[in-house]
C-alpha cells in the first residue's frame, strides 16, 4: 500500500488463483470497489523425456523441467498413475521433475509419460537382459615353494558369486586357503604352496570361466638365518639355532672343525626349519666356534663360557671318631660347576670300598667307612684354588663290641635291621643317629638279646638316610643306611599335542606310585615352573602340565620327569 498525495495504491506481488476476489477501497465512507481475476499459469515442458535401454537390476532415472517451479505434474505408466513406493520415488527441486525406478525388471519395460494440466511429455524404456563379463581375467603365476599367492578376477557387477577350483577340485576358506570378495573383484589367496600345488586354478560364475597356470618351484637351499654369537656362565645352558630354506635338509654341527655327535650334554634337533643345538652344563673346555653345515654352505658363532672362579661357602670341620667308625667331610662351593679332589696327607684320595666322594650340586662329601688308626691325618680338598683343610683323629676302640654294625641299603618302605655283637653280653648300649639318641617308637624298635643289640627301622624312606651307631661305655660301632627309592613305572606316556594359538596345549601322564618329591617339567630342555601361562598340577598317580596362550614359538619336545622315569611328546603349535 502507498499514498502520494491525493493518490492511493495497493500493489499485490506475486498473485496466485487464491488472491481471486474483490478489492474494497474506503475513504471514511467513500468506497470504491474492483474485481481482481488471476487466471492460471501454463506449465509446459522445457525438458521432455527421452527413449532409454537399462540392464535388469539397474536403477534409472526421468528427468523434466517445466516452466513455473511451481508447476504440478505427475508420472504415468501405460495409462496408470504411478504411486510413490520403495520402488518408485519422485524428486521435485524447483522446475526439475524426477522419477526413480530402483532394480528395473523386464516387468517394467514399457511407456512412461509425465504429465500437467496444459503439456506432456513421454518416452519408452526397454529393459535388456543382465550382460556378465569378466573385465579382468586370471594371470599365470610362477612361485617358489613356502611362499603366498594372490589370485584376482574383476567382473562387470557387483555381488555376483563365484567358485574357485585348483586342479579340478573345488576350493573353500581354510589355514592355506582365502576366499574373499571385494565388491565386483574376487581373491584367492594361496598360503605356504608346495610343488604338488602346481596345477590350473581356475574362476567360475554363472557361464562364464576364466584359468591361469600356478606353477611352484623348488627353492634353492640357503641358510635363511644363521647362528647368532654366545656367551654363557660356566654351568649354563648354550642354545644356538641355524635356519634353512628347506624343512627336509640335513644339517650336521661341528665345533672348531671336529663334528658333533649327540650326548647328554649336547642335543641337536629339528623343529620345521629350524635346527637347534643344545649345549647343558657348558664348562670352560665348551668354548669354542660351532659351525652349522648344510651341504656345501656353513655358518659359523662363537662361544664364550664365562669361568666362575670358586669359593668355599662352607668349610670342612675336624671329625674324631673311635675306630671302625665313619668320617664324613662335607665342604660346600659358591658354585655347582667346580669339580673337587681330596687327599689325606698330602696324597690324592681314591674311591674304594670303604671310602666313598661324591658331589650334590655345591656339596662334595669324602665318606671313609670303618675308618682305622692309620686314617688319621689332615684332610684337604681342593677346588682349582679355593682349599679347605680339616683334622681326622681315629682313636683306637676299647674290644667291646664284638660284630660291628655294617653300612645297609634298604629299598623305601622296607624294614631295616642294624645288629651288633657286644661283649659281655650285659653291656648297655645306646642307638643314635647323627649324634641324636634314638627312642623306642612306632619308627624305631630296640631289642636285645643275650649279647646282640637290634635296631628296626620300619617303613624307610629317603628320610631315613644317616650314620647310624650304637654306642657302649668303651666305644660304639655306626653304620650308613641308604635308601633307595622304589621304580618308578609309567602306567600312561605322554601324547602328541598339536593346537592352534592361542589355544590351550594339556600333558598328562599316570605314574605307578605316588612320588616322594615333585616331577619336573621341560620344554625344549627349559625347565618349567607353576606360573602365568604354565599350570602344573598333580592328584593322586596322574600328573598334568597345562601351557596356556599359546604361540608358535612354543613348539618343540615336552619331556616328564621323575626320578629315573621319563617321558617326552612333541608340541606343535600352529
Known sequence: ???????????????????????????????????????????????????????????????????????????????????????????????????????????????????????????????????????????????????????????????????????????????????????????????????????????????????????????????????????VNEGGLATFQCEVSKQEAVVTWSKNDEQLVPSSSCRMFSVGRRRILHLSHCEPQDAGIYTCHVDELAASATLRVLEQEPQVMKDLQDVEIVENDNAAFICELSCAQAKGEWFKNGEKIKVTSTTKIRQEGRRHFLLICGAQCGDSGEILFRARRAESRAKLVVTELPVRIVKALRDKTALQGHRVILECKVSPARARVTWLRGGQVILPSDKYQITSEDAYRTLFINDVGPEDEDVYAVKTSGGQSSARLMVEGLAIQLIRNLKDVKVTAPDDACFECEVSISLPRPPQWSLNGVLLHNGGDVLIESRGNRHRLSLRDTYPGLSGIVKFTAGKTRSEAKLTVL
Not at 513421454?122 to 581375467?137: E, V
Not at 570378495?181 to 567360475?204: E, K
Request: proline share 3%.
Open 1 to 231: 500500500m502507498a499514498s502520494n498525495g491525493l493518490c492511493h495504491s495497493l500493489t499485490l506481488h506475486g498473485c496466485r488463483l487464491s488472491d481471486s476476489g474483490t478489492i474494497t477501497a474506503n475513504a471514511e465512507g467513500l468506497i470504491s470497489r474492483a474485481r481482481l481475476r488471476v487466471q492460471e499459469a501454463h506449465v509446459m515442458f522445457v525438458q521432455g523425456l527421452e527413449d532409454k535401454e537399462m540392464e535388469e537390476e539397474e536403477d534409472i532415472t526421468f528427468q523434466v523441467q517445466v516452466t513455473t517451479e511451481r508447476g504440478e505434474v505427475r508420472w504415468v505408466k501405460q495409462g496408470i498413475v504411478i504411486q510413490p513406493s520403495d520402488k518408485f520415488s519422485f524428486e521435485d527441486m524447483g522446475c526439475t521433475h524426477k522419477l526413480t525406478i530402483r532394480c528395473v525388471q523386464a516387468s517394467d519395460r514399457g511407456r512412461y509419460s509425465c504429465e500437467s494440466l496444459h503439456d506432456r511429455t513421454d518416452c519408452r524404456l526397454n529393459i535388456l537382459p543382465r550382460s556378465i563379463a569378466i573385465k579382468k581375467g586370471l594371470q599365470d603365476v610362477k612361485c617358489e615353494e613356502g611362499s603366498n599367492v594372490e589370485f584376482v578376477v574383476e567382473l562387470s557387477h557387483d555381488d555376483l558369486v563365484g567358485e574357485w577350483w585348483k586342479g579340478g577340485v573345488r576350493l573353500t576358506s581354510d589355514d592355506r586357503c582365502n576366499i574373499r570378495t571385494s565388491g565386483r573383484q574376487h581373491f584367492l589367496l594361496l598360503s605356504d604352496l608346495s610343488i604338488p600345488d602346481s596345477s590350473v586354478i581356475a574362476f567360475t560364475t554363472d557361464t562364464l570361466r576364466s584359468t591361469a597356470q600356478l606353477t611352484v618351484t623348488e627353492p634353492p637351499l640357503t641358510i635363511t638365518q644363521p647362528p647368532q654369537d654366545f656367551v
